[in-house]
């Protein structure tokens, strides 16, 4: 299976200022068709999780477009510019390249 | 507007079964392929399996596969996950997802318990 790493587990972020979050899968993402099959979810605090960014960089619907998504084969970056309240939660990368799909841990995300 | 219901959530004994459904609404269910992903209490996700969209298909993750089945009624746009000989560690929340197109449910809960 396909492990997806996560840094840091957590991060406190003081309104208005940016955060990154790294992921690191054991295996490339990139498919033969050029698609990086890495995605971004947000689970906010008793909801269920809602997708931020789908093959690495590219934002979904109705998301902020303080959120992006960039990386290479192996080693992706989610970062928020200009953080709000209403972005505290639990950040997951995982990957949907092969079965199992899998996913990171989880970075918790809390404001200073 | 995309939505995703699911139902059947319950407490039930070790080695027991349970049947979840999930009703799609605001798109062509028929057009999707289908997930069903669990979180147990304050761990993260596990993906469960999918199922195409004829319903021809299924695949499975290794820690289920034998014990649960993902079925779909496209004519009623609802999904099914059929649990067999459940387990303790079956405890979770169990969503349903159009996982490639950011569609998630609002969850199911399942506690597996004497």
């Known amino acids: 299976d396909i492990v997806m790493t996560q840094a840091p587990l957590s991060v406190s972020v003081t309104p208005g200022e940016s955060a990154s979050i790294s992921c690191r899968s054991s295996k490339s993402l990139l498919h033969s068709n050029g698609i990086t099959y890495v995605y971004w979810y947000l689970q906010k605090p008793g909801k269920s999780p809602q997708l931020l960014i789908y093959?690495?960089?590219n934002l979904a619907s109705g998301v902020p477009d303080r959120f992006s998504g960039s990386g290479s084969e192996t080693d992706f970056t989610l970062k928020i510019s200009r953080v709000e309240a209403e972005d505290v939660g639990i950040y997951y990368c995982?990957?949907?390249?092969?079965?199992?799909?899998?996913f990171g841990a989880g970075t918790k995300l809390e404001l200073k | 507007e995309v939505q995703l219901v699911e139902s059947g959530g319950s407490l039930v004994q070790p080695g027991g079964s349970l049947k979840l459904s999930c009703v799609a609404s605001?798109?062509?269910?028929?057009?999707?392929?289908m997930d069903w992903v669990r979180q147990t209490p304050g761990k993260s996700l596990e993906w469960i399996g999918e199922?195409?969209?004829?319903?021809?298909?299924?695949n499975y993750a290794p820690s289920i596969k034998d014990r649960f089945t993902i079925s779909r009624d496209n004519a009623k746009s609802t999904l099914y996950l059929q649990m067999s000989n459940v387990k303790s560690d079956d405890t979770a929340i169990y969503y349903c997802?159009?996982?490639?197109?950011?569609?998630w449910g609002q969850g199911a809960s399942v506690t597996v318990s004497s």
């Open positions: 199922i195409n969209t004829d319903g021809s298909k299924t």
């Open positions: 093959r690495m960089s």
């Open positions: 605001g798109f062509t269910f028929s057009n999707y392929w």
């Open positions: 997802t159009r996982i490639f197109r950011g569609a």
């Open positions: 995982g990957q949907l390249l092969e079965n199992p799909y899998t």
